[in-house]
């Protein structure tokens, strides 16, 4: 995640191996036990993102509301991680913003990722992420200076909790974030970070001088 290499042992579950990352405070599924990509397709086919679904909606309004307050219209956006039905992307639409898709699986459409991007939005998918280091250096390839990282994920906390916490038990979850996390990776991108609600972390790519 931080490049720091600072990965010990944290928990051993259902003969899985979690390391923890003395630095950033990342927990991470050890390689061995990353699922396969037919693994990841047949649990994603499992998910109810119904884009009618007003408790849905309900769900990604509490990430649009704060992402509004950063973000003037019209902007130019990626939803990355969109999955097979793109609810968030057509908020973000009806609020005057032009959205592109991405999606490794449901919208596998490379292109979009050589664009430049005002804001791009992640919500509910930064702890698929088997290579998260990565991940992050390409969206900072992708933001424009002065750019918007918008980010939703269930931040890990009590770690007495983690063996029975539903989102560890989900298998695609393999990388699990705090907001000294996000901190961390803010300071190595050279980015600010805000946490305007539970769960979210909006970071901004600095302006070029």
Not at 16 to 43: F, G, M, N, V
Not at 103 to 121: R, V
Not at 132 to 144: A, C, D, G, S, T
């Amino acid at each position: 995640m931080c490049a720091q290499r600072q990965l010990t042992t944290f928990a051993v579950i259902e003969s899985k191996t979690y390391w923890r990352c003395a630095h950033c405070q990342a927990t991470l599924l050890a390689d061995a036990h990353l699922p396969t990509p037919s693994e990841e397709i047949a649990r994603y086919a499992q998910h109810k993102n119904d884009p009618h679904d007003g408790r849905y909606l309900d769900f990604l309004r509490r990430f649009v509301d704060p992402l509004m307050v950063e973000l003037p219209t019209p902007q130019v956006g990626l939803d990355y991680g969109c999955g097979p039905g793109p609810a968030l992307a057509q908020m973000l639409i009806e609020e005057g913003h032009e959205m592109h898709l991405y999606d490794p699986i449901f919208h596998a459409d490379a292109s979009q990722l050589e664009n430049k991007y005002d804001f791009i939005t992640c919500t509910e998918t930064v702890e698929h992420f088997h290579q998260p280091r990565v991940e992050f250096q390409k969206f900072n390839r992708m933001l424009i200076p002065g750019g918007l990282l918008g980010v939703m994920t269930n931040f890990q906390t009590a770690d007495a909790q983690f063996a029975q916490w539903h989102y560890r038990r989900d298998p695609t979850h393999v990388t699990f974030y705090r907001e000294a996390t996000f901190t961390c990776i803010a300071a190595d991108l050279g980015w600010h970070c805000q946490f305007p609600a539970r769960n979210i972390v909006l970071m901004r790519k600095p302006r070029e001088a």
